[in-house]
């Protein structure tokens, strides 16, 4: 059998994509000494590539058994989950079955049993597949063949009591190869919380009403269809999605009670086209989105919204290097969109519309075994240059990126990215109507109260465009042992001229730098402040991000069912915070609370597990104190210091039935994939009911933070019932 690790070495060459050999005869091989650097042809085997891998090994892979211990219900919460364990960021870029999609929601509702696998990729694919810079990419590997009728009905409740939530979801979802399709129908019902329901009293010796909502009752109804199609190197995929919500707010206007009628309705649909051409991948999605708002009672608006939207995306290898293949990545976005708006007899039409270009070129300069272009660098080394231009209404913009990452040993990578650009201020930012938004608690330092107040929302046509400049560099290491261990180490620099924002925290300073945005009665007490975009004249903020992984070893070939346990520590701390509202005033440190405190540290462990048919899921955050100071710069007896906090949400699931084979739904599930029975989970979000706290630098309770007040929900409760039919 000689024959048969020779063939693993020659196609171990394919960047440690996992193969599989199938000798088609035993023909007799002599032994003799053989040069392994040499290629050699052996006859009578077959070796394939790892079904879905993409173009670069992952560097941290979730299998089937480690997808069902996450809890959830659909691919959506799958990538939630990924991210927050494994510090993704906000929006990794999603491929399917190792190839980017037109439009990767047509997959997001599907049973967690649809995957396979979920990999996420070494930060050097983000080159290779024409990411942003920084952006992680992540590789979702379907089963071949699936088929499943899924319903949940989930009921939830705060132990305080005084609201409830019911939801009911059903769903169709099959895939055969690289067609698919997905209909889901989703209806959900919130009552309201009344002001009467909890110590919650703002009234300043005003009369108080126990009508106000803290929130409002709300009735929900959303349906959305997917589809994809396959046709030759081509395939096609298609969206759908309606929704109709209705809620009723009543709010406090002055003294009064305000009762408020809201219904939104919208219908957005999709068309994607992708394949290969010419040695080209191309893709291509087009978007359309109307939506239609009304609102009678405390303002009386009616809006019509309608956009489109097309982007597209092409990539190709650009040239052979001795160190590998150079990528080519191109991106494009056009899109338009028309709002008519009727707002107290007054009636205001807008248009929008905006386009960009983006390119990205991945250049292999080392790669591991001695080949170099740019000296004796050990390892495989990777550089990635960008730039784009953008426009959005009258404003234009430009970026320029690059990037390198770094394995000088295999499991250890290093990386780096820096970006400069220069973005446009979307029309809606600039156009929209000035209206009040929802109710938000505000404490006042001139008059020492906590007032809740309707801030005034809407856009400011004298916005002008933001510049950026962005540096992250990053270390990881793993995974390693069987535990698979694996370490992550990143530093953030941002600095921004003319950043978008809106006013920080009111404090005295704030309110003498502007105050035209503050709005107060005959009496002094504060009424509403404008929070409208602006522009900040300059910022700069640093930070430092950690993350730890291992999981618990599982023996190799799959007897019995072992326990699955995962878990993850991030760790965040900031280590500057500046900002410059307008030109000539002096920089607010908001780290040492000037302007709005911030907290300076952070915290988070989760852990996955599942044995037989039990499941749990727990998160655990903390966050630090901090203070916000009544006038920048120094510190006083009327600062408001905010007391760290604690948070515990656990997830118990108990499936009552025998399970499914792991055939039902495909290969390579891992493990037990696939349920016919009644599965039950008990959420408990908040475990120990803990609330924000906070009081006065000088010692006495600081105002606005009763129990009830920054907090009303505080220990929920929830039961799910889910079962695959």
Do not use: C
């Not at 058994?65 to 990794?92: K, Q």
């Not at 959900?188 to 126990?210: H, I, Q, V």
């Not at 708002?293 to 290898?317: C, F, K, V, W, Y």
């Not at 408990?684 to 630098?697: K, M, S, T, V």
């Amino acid at each position: 059998m000689g024959w048969l690790s020779l063939a693993a070495v020659i196609a171990g060459g394919q960047d440690g994509a996992a193969i599989k050999v199938v000798p088609t005869s035993l023909p007799q091989i002599a032994r003799q000494e053989q040069d392994l650097g040499q290629a050699v042809q052996v006859e009578d085997v077959e070796v394939f590539g790892r079904r879905g891998a993409a173009l670069t090994s992952p560097e941290i892979e979730l299998d089937g058994a480690d997808i069902d211990a996450l809890g959830v219900w659909d691919i959506n919460e799958v990538l939630e989950r990924m991210a927050e364990t494994l510090s993704l960021g906000e929006r990794p870029m999603v491929l399917i079955n190792g190839q980017p999609t037109p439009n990767v929601d047509a997959y997001k509702g599907f049973p967690p049993g649809a995957l396979a696998r979920a990999e996420v990729l070494p930060p050097q694919a983000a080159g290779m597949y024409g990411a942003a810079p920084g952006q992680r990419v992540v590789n979702l590997v379907l089963q071949p063949k699936f088929s499943s009728y899924d319903g949940r009905v989930a009921g939830s409740r705060p132990t305080q009591g005084g609201t409830s939530s019911l939801s009911g979801d059903l769903r169709r979802s099959a895939i055969a190869g690289r067609n698919t399709h997905q209909v889901g129908l989703r209806l959900s019902r919130d009552t309201a919380l009344r002001t009467g329901e909890r110590d919650y009293d703002l009234s300043m010796g005003r009369p108080s009403d126990e009508r106000v909502t803290l929130r409002p009752h709300s009735d929900s109804i959303s349906l959305n269809g997917n589809l994809t199609r396959a046709f030759g190197d081509w395939s096609s995929v298609f969206t759908v999605n309606a929704q109709t919500q209705d809620s009723r707010p009543v709010v406090r206007l002055s003294a009064e009670p305000v009762e408020s009628s809201r219904r939104s309705d919208t219908l957005a649909g999709s068309a994607g086209l992708s394949g290969r051409l010419a040695g080209w991948l191309l893709q291509g999605n087009f978007n359309a989105r109307a939506s239609r708002r009304h609102e009678d009672g405390l303002q009386n608006i009616r809006s019509d919204m309608q956009s489109l939207a097309l982007t597209g995306n092409a990539s190709r290898p650009l040239f052979d290097l001795p160190t590998g293949i150079a990528t080519l990545n191109l991106s494009g976005n056009l899109e338009g969109g028309w709002t008519a708006i009727d707002r107290d007899q007054t009636h205001v039409k807008s248009t929008t519309s905006g386009q960009n270009a983006r390119g990205t070129v991945a250049i292999p300069l080392t790669k591991a075994g001695g080949r170099s272009l740019v000296g004796p660098i050990p390892g495989d080394l990777v550089a990635t240059l960008g730039g784009g231009v953008r426009q959005v209404g009258g404003d234009g913009g430009d970026e320029l990126s690059a990037g390198l990452s770094w394995t000088p040993l295999k499991g250890f990578r290093l990386t780096s990215e820096w970006s400069a650009l220069t973005e446009g201020v979307s029309d809606n930012l600039k156009s929209e109507p000035i209206y009040y938004g929802s109710p938000i608690v505000v404490f006042d330092f001139r008059t020492g109260e906590a007032v809740e107040i309707l801030p005034i929302r809407g856009g400011n046509p004298d916005l002008r465009p933001p510049q950026f400049e962005r540096l992250s560099i990053g270390a990881s290491a793993g995974p390693f042992t069987p535990w698979a261990v694996t370490g992550n180490l990143g530093y953030q620099r941002a600095v921004s001229t003319d950043g978008v924002g809106s006013l920080p925290a009111l404090t005295e300073d704030v309110e003498i730098a502007f105050p035209e945005l503050i709005q107060r009665d005959a009496e002094g007490r504060l009424v509403s402040i404008d929070y409208r975009p602006m522009n900040l004249s300059s910022g700069l903020s640093e930070s430092l991000n950690a993350g730890f992984n291992f999981s618990l070893p599982r023996p190799a070939g799959g007897a019995g069912e072992p326990m699955v346990l995962r878990v993850a520590l991030n760790y965040g701390l900031q280590l500057a915070n500046v900002v410059r509202l307008r030109a000539g005033l002096p920089e607010m440190d908001r780290l040492k609370g000037d302007g709005g405190g911030l907290s300076p540290q952070n915290a988070r462990i989760m852990i996955d597990a599942r044995r037989g048919p039990w499941g749990a899921n727990a998160t655990a955050q903390w966050q630090d104190g901090y203070r916000t100071r009544r006038i920048s710069a120094a510190d006083g007896p009327d600062d408001l210091v905010v007391a760290p906090f604690t948070s515990v949400d656990l997830r118990f699931s108990f499936q009552m039935a025998s399970r499914g084979s792991p055939t039902e739904n495909g290969q390579g599930g891992g493990g037990r994939r696939a349920n016919a029975g009644l599965q039950v989970n008990l959420d408990i979000a908040n475990l120990f009911d803990a609330r924000p706290e906070a009081r006065l630098a000088k010692g006495s309770p600081a105002p606005g933070y009763g129990r009830d007040v920054q907090d009303p929900i505080g220990r929920m409760v929830r039961v799910t019932l889910q079962r695959r039919f």
